[in-house]
DNA sequence: TGGATTCTAAACAGCA
DNA sequence: ATGCTGTTTAGAATCC
């Protein structure tokens, strides 16, 4: 067991989100690894405009327009992203990131794949007018992705059509690290939020 | 440049 | 019959 495997079991535990512990004080691992942090937070739903100023109007007014409306495009990595407010950007996420934050902030941590659209939806309004074609990408993912399983309905169970959905324990680290990566994850903002003057993107896509 | 990953589209079967 | 769910295949785009 070297130190390798110590952080691809708690990730968390020797990268900055150590720090987010710490001033969170009795967080267990189970309570950062659920997201739970995040709703606190608030992140997802409401960076407020005022940290933007007037960038997501100019920044959608950047994306190039064509007949019937704008290009879907993943979000430009030099600004902030809010999913509530950049409704024409497509989320710098991956699907199976989104299915992670999905399932890991249900109670139960296992969503049936309707639950998993409508936390998708709620949480990034872009995808309530892009084409439904999404919803294809999200059962694809579900179904070829081995960090996701499918969990057995407990007897008698009526949650109606097709089964629950997890995350597999052994691949949560490795959706974790996928998250961590990307440049909008909540831990960045959270960075640029309690410590503006000492951020640094050096590294991070789109940051050189 | 090539492999890996991700996204998108599509076809199909099973089920309620 | 219809719509949803799950699986599979294929091709394009992107990243490393």
Known sequence: MDSDDEELKDPL????FAEMRLEKGELDDDEL???SWLQETDLLK????DEQGEDGQKENEAFPKVEGGLLPQTHPPHIPYNPQKHINSKPPYSFSCLIFMAVEDSPMKRLPVKDIYNWILSHFPYFQNAPTGWKNSVRHNLSLNKCFKKVDKEKGQTIGKGSLWCIDPDY???????????????????????????VSFTGLPGYG
């Open 172 to 198: 949560r680290p490795n959706l974790l690290q996928a998250l961590r990566k990307t440049p909008y994850h909540p831990y960045h903002q959270l960075q640029m939020m309690s410590a503006p003057t000492t």
């Open 46 to 49: 409401s960076l407020s405009v």
């Open 13 to 16: 535990s020797s990268s900055c």
């Open 33 to 35: 690894t659920s997201l």
